[in-house]
């Protein structure tokens, strides 16, 4: 079924977007229709949304849905700087900010009307939440990205005031390519020298994040994708430093997730080893910078 066909089912007027007749491959884990047609206030959303980032030239065509989550969904797309992921994060009523204190722990937000109202969780408050939530995975994206590690580029950008444009959406390169988006290391089948360069790449990665002090926050197989035999770091939103007092507790939960996930590729480390190796090559040389942030 086309990307095209999947939406004209449902009965939804997408002409701001032009999508394409394909009958090639699906892209992995796509939902069923039934699924998509039952959030019909968040589609009205959606297609708004999607026609202002066309309107400003930053968003060419949707081609299909990769993935819905609980927070966001995800789609392949096409943009005038090449074909995106474009992540959409749901209706603030029906987000649930899991965890999200924990995460915010020991951030500081400057205006304190905003905080005040993010505080009492009305409606308001929660669009600034779901504003304040995009425009920090732009910004770290950004810095990781500048920064040289294997993290998608962030299309929109880089001052906040081109990527304050976008939200409740985020625009990212797509790894991968729009038939064959790359998987995710937790449904990737590798070969066991496969596995190993992915393990040593995913330990590098985080402690690359721990060098420039982040902990990810929510760091596994479900967060790295798999692509030419190279592990990329994707899902920044719960990313969070060392100012926060529950850093080290994050880091090491992290550490052992990144282990538990890696067993069905057969590498068997404890969560203890993994958080010392990663700190031990977070001590050792970054990657190559790719670009100086302005
Ligand atoms: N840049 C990207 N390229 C290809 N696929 C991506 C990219 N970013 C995310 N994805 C896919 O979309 C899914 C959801 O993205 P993610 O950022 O993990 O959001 P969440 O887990 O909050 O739904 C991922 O599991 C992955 O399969
Ligand atoms: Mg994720």
Not at 108 to 131: H, W
Not at 171 to 188: F, K, N, Q, V, W
Request: no cysteine; aromatic share 8%.
């Amino acid at each position: 079924m086309s990307a095209r066909h999947h939406w004209d089912e449902d009965d939804r007027d997408f002409s701001a977007v032009q999508t394409i007749r394909r009958k090639r491959t699906k892209p992995q884990g796509r939902r069923r229709l039934a699924d998509l047609t039952n959030d019909d206030e968040s589609g009205d959303d959606r297609d708004d949304l999607i026609r202002r980032l066309t309107d400003l030239g930053l968003l060419t065509e949707v081609v299909a849905e990769l993935k819905s989550g609980k927070e966001a969904t995800a789609y392949v797309a096409r943009t005038p700087k090449g074909t995106a992921l474009l992540k959409i994060y749901r209706d603030l009523a029906a987000r649930s900010f899991k965890n999200d204190a924990v995460y915010r722990e020991g951030q500081v937000i400057l205006d304190e009307r905003a905080k005040r109202a993010m505080d009492s969780r009305s409606r308001r408050g929660l669009e600034f939440l779901q504003q304040d939530w995009v425009m920090a995975e732009y910004a770290r994206l950004w810095h990781l990205w500048a920064a040289g590690l294997n993290v998608p580029e962030p299309l929109v950008g880089p001052t906040p005031f081109e990527y304050s444009a976008t939200p409740p959406a985020v625009l990212m390169r797509l790894i991968g390519t729009e038939d064959h988006p790359a998987p995710r290391l937790s449904e990737a089948r590798l070969t066991p020298d496969e596995a190993r360069a992915a393990w040593a790449q995913a330990v590098q990665g985080m402690a690359d994040l721990l060098r420039l002090g982040y902990a990810h926050g929510d760091y596994s197989t479900y967060n790295l994708l798999w692509w030419e035999n190279t592990v990329i770091m994707i899902d920044f939103p719960q990313l969070t430093t060392r100012q926060n007092p529950n850093f080290r507790d994050l880091l090491r939960r992290d550490a052992e997730s990144l282990a538990v996930s890696f067993r069905r590729h057969g590498i068997h480390e404890s969560g203890e080893t993994t958080l010392r190796e990663v700190q031990r090559r977070a001590l050792g040389p970054g990657p190559e910078p790719r670009m100086v942030l302005p």
